[in-house]
């Protein structure tokens, strides 16, 4: 017998989407955590509390956090395990999501995620956490980094690879969008050091300097975070990304839905392909920011109509 | 004919050093300081390591079944809800001579018990017959009158079994159970032997195991014999209770092994009697569902109502034709307990034959003699609960407190058709390295995987040698203590 052709349960689609989702938020806190705790540990002309603010603005949390708090106590906070927007709290969620279809990864995912859990909570990293919180983020991110490896070279690009690339980069589109949102709309008082600060966020000062090599300008910040084509952490690189994984994903499905999806994708595609700096900062940075991140969410709730939670009858009718 | 043993019975600390020898029969040893034949290598093996290489060895394959995520969920426990399946380190080995009569032996098992589930929905020959009491069969809770007259593809109800044997004193395998409706296990079976092939290449090798890693192809080909007519290419789905399942591992792994699809019940649909699974592309028409859901929780439309597990509706799919479901439903009556005596009766009403292996010796609580004798010397017996498994509700009378034995002989009294009793069965021991870092007897059983497809029986060569860690106990259930052992059949 010849290969079959294989169908995704939706629910495997929806648990790949958030395993991935999950797992680039737990990322992202952990970069903007280990770049904020260099510059928290630094005197600044700003004040401790815009700084402590901006962490926590951009994070999406709403914390009791006191801005008195050591640098420490914050990265505890981020550390709790019961707390679902920490990173131990994602990683978990992550690797509930994974385990729901450990037949659709590779054991080697599996392996690799299981083992980062299993690293991040067990009790010496803990302990190590109090003490030395930098080496935690990078032990934690060399995890994720070789997760992110195996899945490259030990699943079948299909289907559910490309469910997990929307994932990744719906997840990530949204994290530089509130990052950059909370970086400006707190920015009184930032020097060089904070912007620095930003790109290390990304992983992206390397890459930033090699584009513009004169001195820190905030606007050439942002342009090279949101419109930049080929560096892997910016907002365009990581819609267009999204947009490759909706068109396999639409091709492989032959979803009669899948048309609405494809307008919505275009549309924020286009947006940034097109836009223009100074265009965007004379407009507003936060209402463009806030439109994208709009846009994220009802492509999110599309997916979910087209792909999961569809009505049956839209279905028997064919 | 025993081989002979290297003479190093005076040597201090080698790791045999006190291996005590208990009133039952020992895997490895024939007699203190000779092993039988089947356990020379494995035995020479071990002279030549130091506890402490022993204790490596332990911890590389603890390392190993924790990243590959081999665990097990208890329940009722808050924290550490997941743990390892625990396990020991030495292989259980059975020679290819005793593999072959054990084989035999659940192959006619199962098939006696195949046309017995067709009669007893259908013509009921074994009853009218007075073999078996009707009313045995219809107070039992697994009797699903809803099978009644239903035609079963190839007329196979039992097509996964896992058979739980024991091996007594006198050296022979009996069974001690029939597990009939969604045994598990295997996963443990496939994966312990990947570990013990990781931690002991050479000794493997040198030592000709048959290999069982083909298991998931055999189960595949299994269920795929089973396909309603007419239906090619057919889609075969395994449907899990999900993720809080305490099997939900081996659920997955076997879904991976065969490379189909592993559902739960919100994945599946039923429409015009055609069950359907929800996909990205739409819905998609499933043949054949390998369940790893009891009956009660099959379909809330036709069992219990309050079930989120199953599909509404798919037991009137599968009575039409359109669907086959492994096990069958129903399956159970014919692994209840007090049934379990008649088995032996079954084998020779259907097939003309004496039993290949024996049944453990079981007292019926129905019957007034035997209730009164078990009664009266009830700290002699096991007692078991007939509708309970997993080791749950079931007095061990040596290991029992006067409270106890009072509390199960008036539960007997009460409801006589629920209690069977057995007398105390010294299971055989084998050799497991303890945490005290020496080798020490334990008690150990042996599951056996039956697969029954429309084409073959096969018995896939090894099982799960499920053994009692702590010492002196007899229960070998992972949910009390008990832990597994690599099962090592010999090519000769």
């Not at chain 2, 030592?207 to 075969?236: A, F």
Request: overall charge negative; proline content about 4%.
């Amino acid at each position: 017998m010849g290969p079959r052709e294989i169908d995704m349960l939706s629910r495997v689609a929806d648990s790949l989407y958030w395993m991935s989702r999950y797992l680039e938020r737990a990322d992202h806190s952990a970069r903007v955590l280990e770049s904020n705790y260099n510059s928290l540990l630094n005197p600044a002309k700003e004040s401790r509390e815009s700084r402590w603010n901006r962490i926590t603005q951009s994070l999406g949390l709403d914390s009791d956090l006191s801005h008195n708090d050591t640098p420490w106590s914050l990265l505890s906070f981020i550390a709790q395990p019961g707390n679902r927007s920490s990173i131990l709290g994602s990683i978990g969620s992550a690797r509930e999501n994974a385990s729901q279809v450990r037949e659709q990864i590779s054991s080697e995912m599996w392996e690799r995620l299981n083992r980062l859990y299993h690293e991040v909570n067990a009790t010496s990293a803990r302990a190590e956490f109090g003490s030395e919180p930098l080496r935690f983020l990078s032990v934690f991110r060399e995890g994720t980094y070789a997760f992110h490896g195996v899945t490259e070279s030990t699943i079948t690009q299909g289907e559910a690879w490309h469910f997990i690339q929307l994932g990744r980069y719906i997840e990530r589109a949204d994290g530089i969008c509130a990052l950059l949102d909370a970086s400006f709309s707190v920015s009184d008082g930032a020097d060089d050091l904070d912007w620095t600060g930003l790109l290390t966020s990304c992983s992206a000062l390397d890459a930033f300097r090699k584009v513009y090599t004169t001195n820190l300008v905030p606007e050439h910040v942002i342009e090279f975070l949101l419109l930049n084509a080929e560096f892997p952490h910016t907002v365009r690189y990581s819609i267009e990304r999204v947009d490759s994984a909706l068109s396999a994903i639409a091709e492989v499905t032959f979803s009669r839905h899948a048309g609405r999806i494809t307008r919505m994708i275009g549309k924020l595609r286009s947006s940034l392909a097109y836009a223009q700096i100074q265009e965007i900062m004379m407009r507003g940075l936060h209402a463009y920011l806030m439109q994208i991140r709009e846009q994220c969410r009802a492509l999110h709730n599309a997916v979910h109509e087209v792909y999961v939670d569809y009505r049956t009858e839209s279905v028997l009718e064919t | 004919m025993p081989a002979k043993a290297p003479a190093l019975q005076n040597s201090i600390g080698h790791p045999f050093t006190d291996y005590p020898f208990l009133d039952a029969f020992d895997e490895m040893f024939a007699a203190p300081g000779h092993p039988r034949p089947h356990y020379s290598r494995l035995y020479t093996r071990l002279l030549a390591q130091s506890p402490e290489e022993l204790w490596r060895s332990k911890q590389q394959a603890d390392v190993s079944f924790l990243n590959q995520g081999i665990t097990f969920t208890v329940y009722g426990r808050e924290e550490g809800t997941e743990r390892i399946f625990p396990h020991d380190l030495l292989p259980r080995v059975i020679s290819g001579a005793e593999w072959e009569i054990i084989e035999r032996g659940l192959k006619q098992r199962v098939h006696a018990l195949n046309l017995f589930l067709c009669d007893v929905y259908n013509e009921r020959r074994i009853l009218k017959d007075g073999i078996i009491p009707g009313e045995l069969v219809y107070t039992c809770s697994q009797f699903r009158r809803h099978m009644r007259g239903v035609k079963i593809p190839r007329d196979i109800y039992v097509s996964i079994c896992g058979t739980d044997l024991i091996r007594t004193p006198d050296g022979n395998f009996v069974v001690l159970e029939d597990n009939l409706r969604v045994p598990s296990g295997v996963s443990y079976m496939l994966t312990g032997r990947k570990v013990m092939k990781e931690i002991f290449p050479m000794l493997f090798h040198e030592c000709g195991v048959r290999p069982i890693e083909h298991y998931g192809q055999v189960l595949l080909s299994t269920l795929r014999s089973l396909t309603p007519d007419g239906r090619s290419n057919p889609r075969v789905v395994l449907l899990t209770p999900g993720i809080y399942n305490s099997a939900y591992f081996e659920h997955a792994y076997l879904a991976r092994q065969m490379g189909i699809e592993l559902v739960e019940g919100r994945d599946l649909l039923v429409h015009d009697n055609i069950v359907y699974m929800r996909t990205t592309s739409g819905l998609q028409r499933v043949d054949v569902i390998y369940r790893r859901v009891d009956d009660d929780y099959l379909d809330p439309l036709t069992f219990r109502h309050d079930s989120a597990l199953g599909a509404a509706g798919v037991l009137n799919a599968y009575r039409a034709g359109n669907v086959v479901l492994a096990n069958a439903v129903g399956t159970g009556v014919a692994d209840d307990k007090a049934l379990y005596a008649y088995v032996p009766a079954i084998i020779r009403y259907y097939l003309g034959e004496d039993p290949v292996l024996n049944n453990v010796e079981t007292l019926l609580m129905t019957r007034e003699k035997e209730r009164k004798h078990v009664c009266d010397n009830i700290h002699r017996y096991v007692v078991k609960a007939v509708g309970e498994s997993g080791g749950y509700g079931m007095l061990i009378g040596p290991h029992s407190t006067r409270d106890q034995q009072e509390a199960f002989r008036g539960r007997i009294l009460a409801d006589p058709r629920n209690y069977i009793a057995q007398p105390t069965l010294a299971l055989s021991t084998a050799p497991c390295f303890t945490d005290t870092g020496r080798i020490e007897p334990r008690h150990v059983d042996l599951r056996p995987y039956v697969l029954y497809g429309a084409d073959e029986i096969s018995v896939v060569p090894g099982g799960l040698t499920r053994v009692a860690l702590r010492k002196g106990s007899l229960v070998v259930n992972s949910s009390q203590g008990g832990g597994s052992k690599d099962t090592w059949v010999l090519e000769k």
